[in-house]
């Protein structure tokens, strides 16, 4: 067969793209659709973990209150208007100077002092307010510091770790109150003896440490517990007041001011821990109370 004679072969190569007509543009799409849905709900967790404290303080910050409020151009003291009459002056935000600056009571003297105070203004009644709320949290954050350093100080003295079960700690209307209660086989006094043992000593020195650290008038009152039928005994009063008495002594001692004690009493078993059964060891025991105090307010007011 000569060279003329011979067919024609043609050979078509196909390319296959690696996962047929569908491709790997789907995976993308997949990818993001996952990626929204987990930025979705970590916004949601976030939002349900959040408080309202928190959250105002982010809406606080994409619209804070220190932007100015006024639509003149000019953030300075002037405010865009000009000191004299001549000239080109424009009003600018004139008036928002004018309605913070109001006009004198008719009756104020020259002193600039209202001269016939019959009652506070309502700027008046919103500052002291304002001063108690101020004066209250500050001292709250002080009682529950006072607190949280009691507690501290137990874990990291071994020779109080052993006695908090004995002490505990909660937050009155009347203050921060702390109470060396008596356990089973474990008693903070003797039985009818008023001396405190070592066990008691440790406690309220410890307490003290912590107390001297603030200002508050501080309380001190004795409990005792019922008999085993249920009643009570006349001389759990003299008793309760005398342990109370050298409670204070140890505390004085330990550094505590005596112009800061308050008031020392004893209550006998007329107001039990456990009312439930008044005849149960934790009634006996020592609550110290530090005072909340009355804000003190300037002059005037």
């Not at 067969?1 to 072969?9: A, F, K, Q």
């Not at 008036?95 to 913070?100: H, R, T, W």
């Not at 406690?203 to 307490?207: D, K, N, P, Q």
């Not at 309380?219 to 006349?234: E, F, L, P, R, V």
């Given at each position: 067969?000569?060279?003329?004679?011979?067919?024609?072969?043609v050979?078509?190569?196909?390319?296959?793209?690696?996962?047929?007509?569908?491709?790997?543009?789907?995976?993308?799409?997949?990818?993001?659709?996952?990626?929204?849905?987990?930025?979705?709900?970590?916004?949601?967790?976030?939002?349900?973990?959040?408080?309202?404290?928190?959250?105002?303080?982010?809406?606080?910050?994409?619209?804070?209150?220190?932007?100015?409020?006024?639509?003149?151009?000019?953030?300075?003291?002037?405010?865009?208007?000009?000191?004299?009459?001549?000239?080109?002056?424009?009003?600018?935000?004139?008036?928002?100077?004018?309605?913070?600056?109001?006009?004198?009571?008719?009756?104020?003297?020259?002193?600039?002092?209202?001269?016939?105070?019959?009652?506070?203004?309502?700027?008046?009644?919103?500052?002291?307010?304002?001063?108690?709320?101020?004066?209250?949290?500050?001292?709250?954050?002080?009682?529950?510091?006072?607190?949280?350093?009691?507690?501290?100080?137990?874990?990291?003295?071994?020779?109080?770790?052993?006695?908090?079960?004995?002490?505990?700690?909660?937050?009155?209307?009347?203050?921060?109150?702390?109470?060396?209660?008596?356990?089973?086989?474990?008693?903070?006094?003797?039985?009818?003896?008023?001396?405190?043992?070592?066990?008691?000593?440790i406690?309220?020195?410890?307490?003290a440490?912590?107390?001297?650290?603030?200002?508050?008038?501080?309380?001190?009152?004795?409990?005792?517990?019922?008999?085993?039928?249920?009643?009570?005994?006349?001389?759990?009063?003299?008793?309760?007041?005398?342990?109370?008495?050298?409670?204070?002594?140890?505390?004085?001692d330990?550094?505590?001011?005596?112009?800061?004690?308050?008031?020392?009493?004893?209550?006998?078993?007329?107001?039990?821990?456990f009312?439930?059964?008044?005849?149960?060891?934790?009634?006996?025991?020592?609550?110290?109370?530090?005072?909340?105090?009355?804000p003190?307010?300037?002059?005037?007011?």
């Open positions: 067969m000569s060279v003329s004679d011979r067919p024609i072969m050979k078509k190569i196909k390319k296959v793209i690696e996962g047929g007509h569908h491709g790997g543009a789907w995976k993308v799409a997949y990818a993001d659709f996952v990626t929204a849905m987990m930025a979705f709900f970590l916004l949601m967790w976030l939002i349900n973990t959040t408080s309202p404290q928190q959250k105002r303080g982010i809406a606080d910050y994409f619209a804070p209150a220190s932007v100015s409020q006024s639509t003149s151009g000019s953030g300075g003291i002037l405010a865009g208007t000009a000191l004299g009459d001549a000239g080109v002056k424009s009003n600018g935000s004139a008036s928002v100077i004018e309605n913070l600056a109001p006009e004198a009571p008719p009756n104020a003297d020259n002193s600039g002092q209202n001269s016939n105070r019959v009652g506070a203004t309502p700027l008046d009644t919103a500052s002291e307010q304002a001063l108690k709320s101020e004066l209250q949290a500050r001292e709250q954050a002080s009682l529950q510091s006072a607190a949280e350093s009691l507690k501290q100080a137990m874990q990291d003295m071994p020779e109080l770790a052993e006695l908090s079960k004995q002490v505990m700690i909660d937050q009155t209307p009347e203050g921060l109150r702390i109470q060396l209660i008596d356990q089973e086989g474990r008693p903070m006094f003797d039985p009818g003896s008023a001396k405190p043992n070592d066990r008691a000593k406690l309220l020195r410890a307490v440490k912590i107390a001297a650290r603030l200002p508050n008038r501080i309380t001190i009152s004795g409990h005792t517990s019922a008999n085993a039928d249920g009643t009570k005994s006349g001389g759990d009063w003299p008793l309760s007041a005398s342990r109370a008495d050298a409670s204070r002594q140890i505390m004085q330990a550094g505590i001011d005596a112009d800061r004690v308050y008031q020392v009493s004893g209550k006998a078993a007329s107001d039990p821990l009312p439930d059964d008044p005849t149960l060891p934790g009634n006996r025991r020592i609550a110290i109370v530090l005072l909340r105090e009355s003190v307010l300037p002059p005037n007011h």
